[in-house]
């Protein structure tokens, strides 16, 4: 997605004169423009390379509980002419980021597709909830639910009908990419519960979702094309990246999250910028029509990432229903005509290029959800404040005379403020904790340090990044426009006075860390706590070039501790920071807040004072060093070949901590962990009882469903636990399942995968039973010969604990004899 931010790059990606033929047959073979990957050895082009076409493109069925909607959208379809049928599949100009334009013969208002995975982005008056990557820290399902039916809740009242979220991608291959922070976790079974929770969320608050961005979208550099910067971006230069990835790696890792959003009823979901194994993700076939409507039994529209369409006749027969911004391409400052479908699908269906029933079956996608969650029932109007608010098509480029009705500038935040402080804390990671630092108890002298404390002083909606300000959220599509920001000067303020504390604040870190600074600014007294907000910005757009804290942040931590014996580091980041400075001895304290929404201030106010016992864990890994990351962007080609960008995902499955263990690599901070104010214990992991005799290798064929198999989605295996609060405070604790394949699994398993976690309240002393119950995609790898999901034969160990390396107890069973 783009946003106003990105106006200046979005001239150099949507030249309509990429001069794909609207009407060659669909692209997907190596060696053809827009689908080739250029072989590094020409002796070996598998398994990358291979995108195959898949035609046709799969009719809608209506399986898994659409058909009533289904049968309702069809009769829609009937009564459309041919050009309300193309301009449907075509975006255009108008209030919302996404517009279909209303057909009001059949008292259809058209949809608005809004940004984004936070709040509503064009949204005044309305809430700013806490980050994806913030709520996957969570480990929170209702927490996630909670959120996004909020949130939702929002959207509709300002007359959304899309969310242009949840992420399941990027997932995190690389810690440097732009956008970790608006998807949820490096690891597809945690994403994939996200993505789920998100989009039940959203759909029962009668708001579509889309899942995004399918698929391998993992870094921003080269996502699209570039252009000569000639004044209208006409001549093209080179293509956008290839992420060039297997077949198993495909399924087990990256498709993963979008199999559950399918399974999840996902309404909608948006291909992607970059190219996968060669072809463009719009106009991918195999993609496309073979794995996301074949395999998965998707039942919903795939949409363009806004200007991903880089044809006509071959994107629609390659499945993709629906192009955005659409209708109009943007010149300059202006919407002039023309647009790969619009006019020319009109045109190409008269000449029978392109059949009629392949649109018929594109506007039933589009138009299914739509009464699947009956939006055409008193739907709200779209609020007429959120087209100013939209710099991708403002006003003065509609060529369509919307018709506002309902009250402007709607209020929609409800009480849900309450709730987003409470996230805020509940997705607070505390990583380190000594001498008893935190919780807080009353301190006399407080010192606040770092340019992060303080009020936003670049305005409520964050375009770029900024060095005076709270990062409670992040610039792009999935930014928001706050409403007000609770800082943490204003919320460690508000304690200090209660309890009489004296309170000085820093927020210059050029001042801290002058060599000018040579003794305590806070002379005389030592201060009894000093809090150090510190951040990491990342945005769409580019990607990431150090795992540092910005703005000199090392230097400010060691400023600081420097003078101050107990030091309390907290940081508002996108994602991973390495932190050299964990081991210095006056560092007490270490929290990651991540990006915390509005009430971020107060939230970790709730966290540092012990109103709130933190409970979030890492879902990523925090390395020692930025060199012991793999995965390494593509970046800095060189050469000037039209198709040179290719990124290659050798790491296979090594993805996140499934490489760090693979490898044995030391880490400072493990997926999975995060401490609390108590303490926890598990035992006595067992089956709940023994594996049924009759299971097979492979699952019973059953009609495709949405999620594909249903067999796939069946419990197999049960196990438990005991699990304890060991100390003396209540909290939550978070007990989390991983599973070591047996050794007749194909090579390059990852040594612990995680497949099963929940999150537990347990008063001081309690105990309950923890129960992890796995499905058979969990025990089972993508066989990529018999291409479906295999249970291997032989011993498998489960190993239950509190992170991906803190393992409390084991057990093992064979499912499948050999
Ligand atoms: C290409 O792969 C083949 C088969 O593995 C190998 O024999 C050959 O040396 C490789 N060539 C290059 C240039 O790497
Ligand atoms: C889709 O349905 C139409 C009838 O509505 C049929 O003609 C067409 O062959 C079907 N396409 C596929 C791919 O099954
Ligand atoms: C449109 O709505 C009006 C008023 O509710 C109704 O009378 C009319 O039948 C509707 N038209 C269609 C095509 O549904
Ligand atoms: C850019 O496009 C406009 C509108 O089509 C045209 O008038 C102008 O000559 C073009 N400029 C260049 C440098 O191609
Ligand atoms: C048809 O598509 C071409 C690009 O292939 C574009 O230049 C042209 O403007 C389009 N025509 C219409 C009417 O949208
Ligand atoms: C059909 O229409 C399309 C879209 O305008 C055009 O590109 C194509 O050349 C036409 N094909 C034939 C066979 O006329
Ligand atoms: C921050 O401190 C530096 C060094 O003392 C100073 O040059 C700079 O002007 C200060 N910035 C602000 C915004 O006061
Ligand atoms: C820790 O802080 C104290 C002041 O309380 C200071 O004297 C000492 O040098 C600091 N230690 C380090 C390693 O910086
Ligand atoms: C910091 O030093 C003071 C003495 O200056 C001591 O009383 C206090 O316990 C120390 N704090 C920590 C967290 O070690
Ligand atoms: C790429 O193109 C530029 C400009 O045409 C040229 O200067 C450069 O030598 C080329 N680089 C390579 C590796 O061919
Ligand atoms: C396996 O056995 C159970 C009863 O133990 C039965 O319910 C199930 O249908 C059987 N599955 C197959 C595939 O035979
Ligand atoms: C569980 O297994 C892992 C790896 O196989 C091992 O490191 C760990 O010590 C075991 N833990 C227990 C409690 O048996």
Not at 275 to 285: A, D, I, P, T, V
Not at 334 to 350: D, F, I, M, P, Q
Not at 368 to 391: C, H, I, M, R
Not at 772 to 800: C, E, H, N
């Amino acid at each position: 997605m783009l946003s106003q931010a990105f106006l200046g790059a979005w001239l150099l990606l949507a030249a309509p004169s990429l001069a794909t033929d609207t009407c060659k047959a669909p692209i997907n073979h190596p060696g053809e423009p827009f689908s080739y990957v250029q072989p590094r050895n020409t002796t070996i082009l598998t398994p990358y390379g291979d995108s195959p076409a898949v035609l046709p493109s799969p009719n809608i069925t209506g399986n898994g509980g659409w058909e009533d909607a289904l049968k309702k959208a069809k009769k829609f379809v009937n009564q459309l002419t041919l050009e309300e049928k193309s301009w449907m599949a075509t975006g255009q100009p108008g209030p919302c980021v996404g517009n279909v334009l209303p057909i009001p013969r059949l008292n259809f208002t058209g949809l608005c597709l809004q940004n984004g995975p936070q709040c509503v982005q064009q949204g005044d008056y309305s809430s700013v909830f806490i980050s994806s990557v913030s709520a996957a820290a969570s480990w929170d399902r209702q927490l996630l639910y909670d959120r996004a039916h909020a949130m939702a809740e929002e959207h509709k009242a300002k007359g959304t009908h899309v969310i242009l979220g949840p992420i399941g991608g990027p997932l995190g291959r690389s810690p440097y990419d732009g956008r970790t922070w608006e998807g949820f976790a490096a690891d597809p079974y945690l994403t994939g519960v996200c993505m789920e929770e998100t989009i039940n969320g959203m759909q029962d608050a009668g708001v579509q979702a889309n899942a995004k961005h399918f698929i391998a979208n993992e870094q921003e550099t080269q996502r699209n094309p570039t252009y000569a910067p000639d004044a209208n971006a006409t001549t093209y230069i080179q293509d956008s990246v290839s992420a060039n990835i297997n077949d198993r790696t495909l399924h087990e890792i990256y498709m993963w999250p979008f199999a559950n959003a399918v399974r999840a009823n996902v309404a909608s979901a948006m291909c992607s910028y970059n190219r996968l194994n060669g072809s463009h993700s719009c106009q991918n076939s195999y993609l496309l029509n073979h794995l996301l409507k074949g395999e998965l039994g998707f039942q919903g529209y795939v949409m363009s990432d806004w200007g991903a369409t880089h044809s006509g006749v071959s994107s629609v027969e390659s499945g993709m229903d629906m192009t955005m911004p659409g209708g109009f391409t943007l010149y300059g400052e202006l919407w002039t005509e023309g647009s790969y479908l619009g006019k020319n699908l009109t045109r190409a269906v008269k000449n029978g290029t392109v059949e009629m029933t392949r649109l018929d079956d594109m506007i039933a996608r589009i138009m299914t959800p739509y009464f699947w969650l009956g939006q055409e029932k008193n739907y709200p109007s779209v609020d007429a404040s959120v087209g100013p608010l939209n710099v991708d098509s403002a006003p003065d480029t509609w060529l369509y005379d919307w018709q506002f009705t309902g009250e402007t500038s709607r209020d929609v935040r409800a009480n849900h403020s309450a709730m987003i402080r409470e996230h805020g804390a509940s997705s607070t990671v505390l990583l380190k904790n000594e001498r008893n630092a935190l919780p807080l108890r009353k301190p006399r002298n407080i010192v606040i340090a770092g340019n992060d404390a303080g009020p936003l002083t670049q305005g409520p909606n964050l375009q770029a990044d900024f060095e005076y300000g709270h990062l409670a959220g992040s610039s792009g599509s999935g930014s928001c426009r706050f409403s007000f920001l609770s800082t943490p000067l204003d919320a460690i303020n508000a304690r200090a006075r209660k309890d009489g504390s004296l309170v000085q604040s820093y927020l210059n870190n050029t001042l801290l860390t002058t060599s000018a600074l040579t003794s305590p600014l806070w002379i005389p007294q030592q201060p009894d706590v000093c809090l150090v907000f510190l951040k990491s910005f990342a945005a769409e757009g580019e990607d990431r070039t150090s795992l540092d804290l910005d703005w000199n942040g090392n230097a400010v931590v060691e400023a600081v501790a420097s003078h101050c014996n107990n030091t309390v580091v907290i940081t508002n980041s996108g994602g991973v920071n390495v932190m050299p400075f964990a081991d210095h001895p006056n560092v007490t304290a270490i929290l990651a807040q991540h990006y915390a929404g509005e009430e971020s201030g107060n939230a970790i106010a709730d966290v540092l004072y012990g109103d709130v016992n933190p409970s979030g864990k890492l879902p990523y890994v925090i390395a020692y060093n930025e060199s012991d990351y793999n995965a390494p962007l593509t970046t800095g080609v060189e050469t000037n070949g039209t198709f040179d960008w290719q990124s290659w995902f050798d790491e296979e499955l090594e993805v996140g901590y499934r490489y760090f263990d693979a490898h044995n690599i030391s880490v400072r901070y493990e997926f999975g962990f995060g401490l609390s104010y108590t303490t926890y214990g598990l035992k006595d992991l067992k089956a709940k009882s023994s594996a049924p005799s009759n299971l097979t290798a492979l699952p019973a064929k059953r009609a495709t469903q949405p999620g594909g198999n249903p067999a796939l989605w069946e419990t197999v295996y049960t196990l438990e636990a005991e699990v304890s609060n060991t100390g003396d405070i209540d909290g939550y604790a978070v007990p989390q399942l991983y599973l070591e394949f047996p050794t007749s699994t194909p090579a390059g398993t990852p040594p612990s995968q995680l497949r099963g976690f929940d999150k537990i309240w347990l008063t001081a002393g309690e105990k309950q039973t923890v129960t992890f119950d796995l499905m058979r995609r969990d025990v089972s790898y993508w066989d990529v010969v018999a291409q479906d999901w295999r249970i291997p034969s032989g011993s498998f160990t489960f190993k239950a604990g509190f992170s991906s390396r803190d393992f409390h107890a084991n057990a093992t069973a064979t499912l499948i004899k050999a």
